[in-house]
């Protein structure tokens, strides 16, 4: 990642990165404290309605880099403009968070919960304030009631396996990503992840589901250079415990996913001038070693 | 060769068959002012009419399809594709702020001595 200096850019290259960065859920938050002083802030009525939502973000970015004088002041001008809004009261949650004042902030929360009861923002608030405190298995308790009365929210799926997946629990973190799976079935990162967990609980049955949901993962990514290595130890892993038949059609796979990796590192090579052969040799020397395992 | 004569040859089909297509218009216009000035009641196309707009239809399509190229399956998944765990992976509702950055802040007052 190429790092870029971005108290320079112009406005408008300012206010469409962080357009991007806050509707694909980016994490960059010095770089979005930078581009707010720097850029931004110098006309912050050419912003328009979006003003209030650039606030916000910036508020966040600030409190994740203890940027609390910044965190203030866009506080200030949110209060300033939405005076009873359940929203600014969230933030001030958050501050008191990022300060340590965990107890207050879990006061604010509940109050919110109490004012308005459909909201699931404030609930998985308190579970991120359990976690951060270190108290994982209250969280996991709390966030899997949240998950009984919202079932289909994607983000605490995901938040619910790596929490198990931070206290070891594999197989309850799988259960998570399927139903992550079963809301996008196209998405390669998360049959990567799943084939990654199946892959570590080991097992010929797992290890053969991990292989088939990374082949899955390849076919709809060809990019995805994780499922393609996955593919490959999977391979090497189940060729060691079967013999015969099933034994070249590993072999087979594995050969397939080799010659994916040295393309996409050669594609790579060309493009940026890298010099990826030490990566190449690597992969082909992984190949020989199992193709004469398999053999033997 | 073949390839690039069959591909002629559907070229030129989608060609004739709009062709045809615009001549069953402008008959079925001239038709219809025939009728006009006979004073005779418009009820429905002459039958050949019909059957060349058809047949211009379904030429056109086919030679159409064939002239777009091969067909490609439709992915679901082409904005998903650029992107890393790092933005896909996130959780914004439950970001928490108690993570190293905090050094990084002018305010940091940092307990050096030692315990």
Redesign the interface.
Same mark, same amino acid.
């Given at each position: 990642m190429e790092v870029k200096d971005w108290t320079s850019v112009c406005f408008d290259e300012g206010r469409s990165t962080l357009r991007h960065w806050r509707e694909d859920h980016v994490r960059r938050p010095e770089e979005s404290v930078e581009l707010w002083e720097h850029v931004l802030s110098r006309r912050p009525s050419a912003l328009g309605d979006e003003l209030w939502v650039v606030y916000e973000q910036v508020c966040i970015a600030a409190l994740d880099c203890a940027r609390l004088d910044v965190a203030a002041e866009c506080m200030n001008a949110l209060q300033k403009k939405f005076p009873n809004s359940h929203r600014v009261l969230k933030l001030q949650a958050m501050r008191l968070e990022a300060m340590g004042r965990y107890d207050d902030a879990v006061g604010v929360y509940d109050t919110l919960t109490a004012r308005d009861e459909a909201n699931p923002s404030y609930r998985k608030r308190k579970v991120a304030v359990l976690k951060a405190q270190g108290k994982r298995t209250e969280a996991i308790r709390e966030l899997n009631d949240y998950l009984k009365k919202f079932l289909n929210d994607n983000e605490a799926w995901l938040e619910l396996s790596n929490l198990y997946l931070g206290e070891c629990e594999y197989a309850k973190a799988a259960h998570c990503l399927e139903e992550l799976i079963l809301a996008q079935p196209h998405n390669s990162l998360y049959l990567q992840r799943y084939a990654d967990v199946k892959y570590t609980l080991g097992g010929t049955d797992n290890v053969e589901q991990a292989k088939q949901y990374f082949l899955q993962a390849a076919k709809i990514n060809p990019n995805n250079m994780r499922a393609l290595y996955g593919l490959f130890f999977s391979c090497q892993w189940l060729v060691q415990k079967t013999t015969g038949q099933k034994r070249k059609e590993y072999v087979a796979l594995a050969s397939w996913a080799t010659d994916q990796l040295i393309d996409r590192f050669q594609m790579a090579a060309d493009e940026s001038s890298a010099h990826l052969d030490d990566q190449v040799k690597t992969v082909e020397q992984m190949f020989a070693a199992l193709k004469l395992f398999s053999s033997a | 060769m073949s390839g690039g004569s069959w591909s002629t040859l559907v070229r030129s089909l989608c060609f004739i068959g709009l062709i045809s297509l615009i001549h069953c218009a402008y008959s079925a216009a001239q038709h219809r002012s025939y009728l006009r000035l006979t004073e005779q009641e418009f009820t429905r196309l002459p039958a050949d009419i019909l059957l060349q707009t058809v047949v211009s239809l379904v030429l056109i399509c086919y030679s159409a399809a064939h002239v777009a190229g091969d067909f490609l399956p439709i992915?679901?998944?082409t904005q998903?594709?650029t992107? $890393?765990?790092? @933005?896909?992976?996130?959780?914004? $509702? *439950? /970001? @928490? *702020?108690?993570h190293r950055?905090? $050094?990084? $802040?002018p /305010?940091?007052a940092a307990d050096l001595r030692p315990q």
């Open positions: - | 992915r679901a998944d998903v594709r992107k $890393s765990w790092d @933005t896909v992976g996130n959780c914004p $509702s *439950f /970001y @928490t *702020f108690d950055a905090k $050094s990084l $802040s /305010y940091f």
